[in-house]
């Protein structure tokens, strides 16, 4: 059986071969690059990018306020400088009379009374070196500054006399504490403060609620200030010797004050002589906690009251006081003591 002859396609024939494939091909990635139903797909979804946090806002600076300033100054009465010291006044109302802005004599309207509507009944207020502030009976006081410091009438006082101009000659406020001058004095002080129409003295000290003394005898000793208004005429009882004897078995306190008169009353009275008034006298009983008032005896049938408390645990004691004698004339001043020991 003849064998048929083979064909062999021609180039052209290979030609379109080629051609038709690359038609499959490019057809092939039009239907790859469409959906299942042959449409173009949908755009790729565009995924927001999260804005970038701002930076932290930093905290405001604060500059710390300046330290308070540490208030300064010597110790008076064992009280140190934004301390408070406290104590007893004695006042009496005046009519007063003045020269060159300073208070020189006064007459007085009524007796001397002793305070005691408040516990304590008179406080100062040791704000810095040279700065007071005084308080009546809880009701506040008078200020006194630096700049309100002047020179003393009396040595006695020497650096510790203040003055407060008013808006008169008649009105000025004066201050004197007593700063040892004379006598030193450890646990205690005394005074003077006045003001138009009122005079009064004062002790005070470091008040503790309760005395250290529980057994035995005790002496104390110390100094007293005041006035004497006898037939219109005012004498300084500055430099009169206070003392008390503690009998703390007995319970009782015996306080002693052997007054001395000078003349120039609001002066520079330690340049006149001093001569002896007599002598006042009080018993106290004693419960380690307070004194209290009392009445007082004084020479030629003078009688009062005297208000005492003890400083520093007992280790001070201060004491207030007012007379009156048969013939009118009044005597009321204040005395610091330290314990003697």
């Given at each position: ?313 007992s280790l001070g004691a201060g004491f207030v006081f007012a007379l009156e004698y048969p013939n ?14």
């Open positions: 059986m003849p064998v048929p002859a083979r064909i062999i396609p021609t180039a052209p024939a290979r030609q379109e071969n080629s051609l038709l494939a690359a038609a499959n091909l490019v057809l092939g990635l039009l239907i790859a690059g469409c959906g299942s139903d042959g449409r173009a797909p949908a755009a790729p979804t565009q995924v927001a990018t999260p804005p970038t946090p701002a930076p932290p806002v930093p905290p405001p600076v604060v500059t710390p306020p300046d330290p308070a300033p540490v208030p300064t100054g010597p110790l008076i009465a064992e009280v140190a400088p934004g301390g408070r010291l406290e104590g007893a006044h004695v006042c009496a109302g005046t009519r007063d009379t003045f020269a060159e802005g300073r208070l020189v004599g006064i007459e007085m309207l009524g007796p001397a009374i002793l305070a005691e509507l408040a516990s304590p009944a008179f406080a100062i207020d040791y704000v810095n070196d040279n700065s007071f502030g005084t308080d009546f009976n809880g009701f506040g006081g008078s200020s006194y500054a630096p700049g309100d410091r002047r020179t003393a009438p009396s040595r006695a006082y020497a650096g510790s006399y203040f003055a407060v101009y008013g808006v008169g000659a008649d009105q000025t406020d004066e201050f004197e504490l007593y700063r040892n001058s004379e006598r030193r004095l450890r646990f205690a002080t005394f005074g003077r403060t006045s003001n138009p129409g009122t005079l009064c003295f004062f002790s005070a000290g470091a008040v503790s609620d309760t005395s250290i003394l529980a057994d035995g005898s005790y002496a104390f000793a110390g100094m007293a200030d005041g006035l004497l208004v006898a037939s219109g005429v005012n004498r300084r009882l500055f430099g009169s010797t206070a003392k008390a004897v503690l009998d703390a078995n007995g319970k009782t306190l015996l306080v002693t004050i052997d007054l001395v008169a000078r003349d120039q009353a609001f002066g520079e009275f330690l340049d006149r002589p001093a001569t002896s008034v007599g002598q006042v006298s009080a018993r106290f009983p004693y419960s380690r906690s307070a004194l209290g008032t009392v009445p007082l005896s004084g020479p030629d049938g003078a009688t009062g009251s005297i208000r005492g408390g003890f400083y520093k645990g009118g004339d009044r005597i009321f001043g204040a005395a610091g003591l330290d314990l003697e020991y």
